[in-house]
């Protein structure tokens, strides 16, 4: 009877963690395909003629069906779907109808600045949900863990937008005027040169994602206190806090990070909302300016770059959630 080598259950591991990893990958790459043709299809039929926006309703015919065919617009739809995919692919991602500016260049400074706003509130988020998730589940039952999971139900069933307007009527108007309504930042400035203008729309994402996470929390660490080798701990004598952040946090942390990582998916979608609220010059903002100027090329853009983002966040998340019940069911083998 032959034994398998450590190695040879190295490579089984990686394999086994790896091969539904490669199948999701493939079926992500033909639902972005999918998404691109919808996005395309759900540009061409918005309302208006993009030539007429373009050049006024005082233009000629002539001058109508020059510009389409300067644009493109008079070809089969397919084949202008295949044109701009084809671009994509090249890294051509086209020119704004509305200001001639390449669209490479808005969807630059639209990620950048939507990337650091999403950043700064998962840096806060991440850490903030770990305290008041141990915190609650150090008072369960209690007041304080009652008050939370109150809390967290309300925050988590009201929009992020209803919450932004609850923010700025706080702290943008008569009642504390300390933060700016409007998160104005000049084109091509980074946000950090205006931390005030970053405060409000990061609030309101933090909100949500902070009661969300911390409730997955608590229930890790009480699961985890209700453990025989914790009960075990407690006999020995061990103190509360060499429990808690010894052996409790790290078996209870592991299952929350997979759901981090859709908490961040999530909120790369949010910002939509959240920028458009606070007048916030990140890829939201440019989607819901180039919807009004029906500025299709932006618009495939954006929603695209949002739609991949989103993908590629919840595929870390598959992969990190895979590891962790690989290691969980290798940890049971070994026992």
């Known amino acids: 009877m032959s034994v398998d080598s450590p190695n040879d259950s190295a490579v089984i591991g ?27 299809l759900a540009a061409r039929a918005l309302p208006g003629d993009v030539a007429n926006m373009i050049l006024g309703q005082s233009a000629t015919q002539d001058q109508l ?3 389409r065919t300067q644009l493109g617009l008079d070809q089969p739809l397919w084949w202008q779907y295949l044109t701009w995919l084809g671009g994509i692919l090249h890294g051509d991602w086209g020119v ?14 639209g990620v950048r600045n939507s990337a650091t706003l999403s950043g700064v509130a998962l840096a806060v988020m991440l850490p903030l949900s770990l305290l008041v998730g141990v915190i609650a589940a150090q008072f369960r039952d209690g007041f304080v863990d009652r008050l939370f999971l109150g809390m967290s139900m309300v925050a ?15 702290f943008a108007t008569t009642v504390l005027h300390v933060l700016p309504a409007v998160s104005f930042i000049p084109p091509g400035d980074s946000p950090f040169s205006y931390p005030d ?39 020995k004598g061990m103190s509360p806090s060499r429990i808690l952040f010894r052996h409790a946090l790290p078996n209870a942390v592991a299952p929350i990070i997979p759901a981090a990582s859709l908490v961040a998916a999530f909120t790369v979608g ?25 500025d299709l090329p932006v618009i495939q853009a954006n929603v695209l770059v949002i739609a991949s983002a989103y993908f590629i966040l919840n595929l870390i998340a598959d992969a990190l959630a895979q590891r962790d019940d690989a290691s969980t069911q290798q940890g049971r083998s070994q026992a």
């Open 14 to 40: 990686v394999l086994a963690w790896a091969w539904p990893l490669l199948g999701r990958l493939m079926q992500g790459v033909l639902t972005l395909l999918a998404v691109s043709l919808l996005i395309f």
């Open 65 to 67: 069906a020059a510009l």
């Open 96 to 109: 704004s109808l509305a200001n001639g500016q390449p669209v490479a260049e808005i969807l630059t400074l």
């Open 156 to 170: 988590n069933a009201v929009p992020d937008f209803v919450t932004g307007t609850v923010l700025v009527a706080l």
């Open 197 to 235: 203008a970053l405060v409000l729309p990061a609030i309101t994402v933090i909100i949500p994602g902070v009661m969300y996470l911390a409730r997955l929390v608590r229930v890790a660490v009480i699961d985890v206190m209700a453990t025989e080798y914790i009960q075990t701990a407690i006999l």
């Open 270 to 294: 949010g910002v939509v909302v959240v920028e458009y609220l606070f007048a916030y010059p990140g890829i939201g903002s440019a989607l819901v300016d180039a919807v009004t100027n029906r």
